[in-house]
Structures are given as structure tokens and as C-alpha cells.
């Protein structure tokens, strides 16, 4: 009996999505709600499961079609698979019936060629690329994302414990370098991201603010209270989630932060979910804490741990990226030093964290070191006014480097 296997319903408002990987060839044997093949829709990648176990049939999309849903994709048919492995062993051996020592010696050439090219058929390009810039062998990098696949991130640390070159790699970089260059096409999700930040860039008026920020007073309560936190809470403090209640404390104050443009209405939100933009293997993708004016520390925390983990994964769902009425960016983690965040439409505000540095400033005429920051609020001109953009990011200012306002609202 054959199965058909369709694009399943990919979420509200998502109608088509693009073969991003087949985890399956055919003639592989697949468990019931086993991956077979991964979707990336603009957002995040869906994984398509086995209706049921048997064998898998024939793959009717290719990678990079772009399938709608509903679409038949594939089929499973009936059995264990394992039948199919003797049977393409039992060929080589039929064409070739008295091997010469020398074929003999050559015949694990093919096979490993072979092994090569299927593993590189689950790599993104964005690993595939890695890989090629780094010379690293894919074949001895250990995965870490799901189902032990190879992540952009695994092939970074294969390449900082790469061994040095032998002697012979040195007389070989004497000689010119071949130069190359390779084509690869965009993701779903990077072609999005395109299209969403350049439309930010056309459709709203963007402007940006600065301050810095004494990160003495934050230092020293995580530095006091962690242990206990995390001993409690089970979770590490950081210092995402003192932004966090000091974002909201600002957009309690100045609502038009908080708010976006419709057409020629103006929505304000009584509640305050933050997009915390986290890097992932195929892009930056934005999952969503909601409440946040209602969570503790922990409770978003913990929130923003598990979006970390599923984004390394892949297993980011659409629930987790949907809504969103404003943004927490933080390239401090990658060592920025400033930047102008672009807003995540239909937002109209979004905060930049840079890294910390000590350096030297003035308090009570003296000159004194402090780990300081730079934090930027990139907003929507047409919406929110420059007082109201100075204001919003002088009270997140005031609230870290003051954390007791974050308990007494103030």
C-alpha cells in the first residue's frame, strides 16, 4: 500500500514553504512520525513526519521546490527497508565477477565518495559554506542540532580545534592560491529577512537615539544573587531579563513605544511582548516572550533559554515567533561596540545592547573606571516623537543603573 505525504498546515497565514532537506532517500526504511524532510517557511523550518512506518517511496519535490499546502510531496510504502540494502550491495558485486589486486585496491575510493556526497544532502548552505571556507571534513564534526545534524556553529568549533597544518601545507600556500567562488541560493527564511528589513528601510522613517549606561549596580546584584537564583529558579540570572523589566517599565511610561501604525490608525497594546532576537544556523530569527510586563525575572529567563535551545535546534515553532510589540537585540554578545538596529515591522521600536567595556568616566568630579554600555533605540519617526525616544531609553538607563526602580516602578 502506498501513502501519500502532503505539506501539513504550516500556520496562520503561511500558504507555501520551500524543500529545505530531505532526511530521507529513497528505499530508507522510516519510523511512524519520523522526520523525512525539513520546510523552511518565511519564519522558521518545519519538519514533515512519516504518516506511519515503512519504506520511503519516491520524493516528488525537489530541494528548493516551493510547495504549497496541500501539496503531495512524497510516499511511503510498505515494508522494512531491508531488503533494499542487500539487494544494492548484490550489484557491484554482479558487475564486477574477478576483480584484478589493483580494481581490488581502488574499490574504497568510489564508496567513500559516495558516503561524502549523501551526508553533504543534509547540510544547509550555510553549513556547506562554513565547511568549505574552514576545510574542515564534515565527517569529523560531531552535531549538536537535531537528530545529530551538523550546525554552522559545530563547524566553527572544528575549526578552532583544527590542527595545525603539516610542513607540506606550508610549501602548498607558497604556491598560488586557486580561487573560486560559489552560488548559493537564498534561504526562505534569509530571503525574508531581506525583504522585511529593506521594507522597514521604504515604509517607516527611522531614527535612532543613543545612550550609554553604568552596568556597575546590575553586575554587582547578579554577582550577589546568582547562586541563589539559580539554585531556586534553576536558571542562570543574566542580564537580558533586567532589560527586559526595564523595556517594560519605559513602554508602561511612553505607550507610543509600544505601539504600531495600521493603515491610518494607531494601535496601542495594553500588554508587552518582547521579540528577543536570537542568532540561529539559517539567520536571525526574533521568538516572542509574551507577558513580559507580568513575568519575574526567572519566568523570562527561563523563556529566553528555551528560545536559545530551540533556535540551535531548528524546533522554533510559528507560535513562538508570532506577535511581538517590541524588540530586544543584543550584539554586545558578538562584541559590537554600537550599532542602528532596524525595527521588526510592524513594531515601531527596537532596543540595541552592545557589549560592556570599562571606561573611564566623571562621578562627583572625579574621573573613576565603570563597565559601561552603549545602548541604542532604533524607532519609527512617523510614530514616536524624539521626546518620547530620549525619554523611553533615559528610564531604561535610570532603571539598570538604579535596579531597585524595577521593583517599586518607578
Given at each position: ?67 504549497v ?20 550491495a ?43 571556507e ?16 551538523i ?15 603539516a ?28 525583504k ?5 528601510q ?31 529558579h ?25 505601539a ?48 536559545g ?43 540595541g545592547l ?17 563597565p ?39
Amino acid at each position: 500500500m502506498t501513502t501519500e505525504v502532503k505539506v501539513p498546515v504550516l500556520g496562520e497565514s503561511v500558504a507555501e514553504a520551500t524543500i529545505g532537506q530531505w532526511l530521507k532517500q529513497p528505499g530508507e526504511a522510516v519510523a511512524a512520525d519520523e522526520p523525512i524532510a525539513s520546510l523552511e517557511t518565511d519564519k522558521v523550518a518545519i519538519d514533515v513526519m512519516a504518516p506511519h512506518a515503512g519504506v520511503m517511496g519516491q520524493q516528488i519535490a525537489k530541494e528548493g521546490d516551493t510547495v504549497v499546502v496541500g501539496a503531495l510531496i512524497a510516499t511511503i510504502e510498505e515494508g522494512t527497508g531491508g531488503a533494499a540494502a542487500p539487494k544494492a550491495a548484490a550489484a557491484p558485486a554482479a558487475a564486477a565477477p574477478a576483480p584484478a589486486p589493483a580494481a581490488a585496491a581502488v574499490a574504497p575510493a568510489p564508496a567513500a565518495s559516495d558516503e561524502g556526497s549523501a551526508g553533504s544532502s543534509v547540510l544547509s548552505p550555510a553549513v556547506r559554506r562554513a565547511i568549505l571556507e574552514h576545510g574542515i571534513d564534515p565527517a569529523t564534526i560531531k552535531g549538536t542540532g537535531k537528530d545529530g545534524r551538523i550546525t554552522k556553529d559545530d563547524v566553527l568549533e572544528a575549526a578552532k580545534n583544527k590542527p595545525a597544518s603539516a610542513p607540506v601545507a606550508a610549501s602548498a600556500a607558497a604556491a598560488p592560491a586557486a580561487r573560486s567562488e560559489e552560488r548559493v541560493k537564498m534561504t526562505r527564511l534569509r530571503q525574508t529577512i531581506a525583504k522585511r528589513l529593506k521594507s522597514a528601510q521604504d515604509n517607516a522613517a527611522l531614527l535612532t537615539t543613543f545612550n550609554d549606561v553604568d552596568m556597575s549596580a546590575v553586575i554587582e546584584a547578579r554577582e550577589k544573587y546568582k547562586d541563589v537564583f539559580q539554585k531556586k529558579h534553576g536558571i542562570k540570572l543574566g542580564f537580558m531579563s533586567f532589560f527586559a523589566k526595564a523595556s517594560v517599565l519605559a513602554l508602561k511610561d511612553i505607550p507610543a513605544v509600544n505601539a504600531q501604525i495600521d493603515g491610518d490608525q494607531i494601535v496601542y497594546h495594553d500588554y508587552v511582548d518582547i521579540s528577543i532576537a536570537v542568532s540561529a544556523p539559517n539567520g536571525l530569527v526574533v521568538p516572542v516572550v509574551k507577558d513580559c510586563d507580568k513575568l519575574g525575572f526567572a519566568g523570562i529567563e527561563k523563556a529566553i533559554a528555551e528560545f536559545g535551545k530551540k533556535a540551535k535546534e531548528g524546533t522554533l515553532t510559528m507560535a513562538d515567533m508570532a506577535g511581538g510589540t517590541f524588540t530586544i537585540s543584543n550584539g554586545g554578545v558578538f562584541g559590537g561596540l554600537m550599532s542602528t538596529p532596524i525595527i521588526n515591522p510592524p513594531q515601531s521600536a527596537v532596543l540595541g545592547l552592545h557589549r560592556i567595556e570599562d571606561r573611564a568616566v566623571v562621578r562627583n568630579g572625579e574621573i573613576v573606571i565603570r563597565p559601561m554600555m552603549y545602548i541604542a533605540l532604533s524607532y519609527d519617526h512617523r510614530l514616536i516623537d524624539g521626546r518620547e525616544a530620549v525619554t523611553a531609553l533615559k528610564t531604561i538607563k535610570e532603571a539598570i543603573e538604579d535596579p531597585t526602580r524595577l521593583l517599586i516602578d518607578l
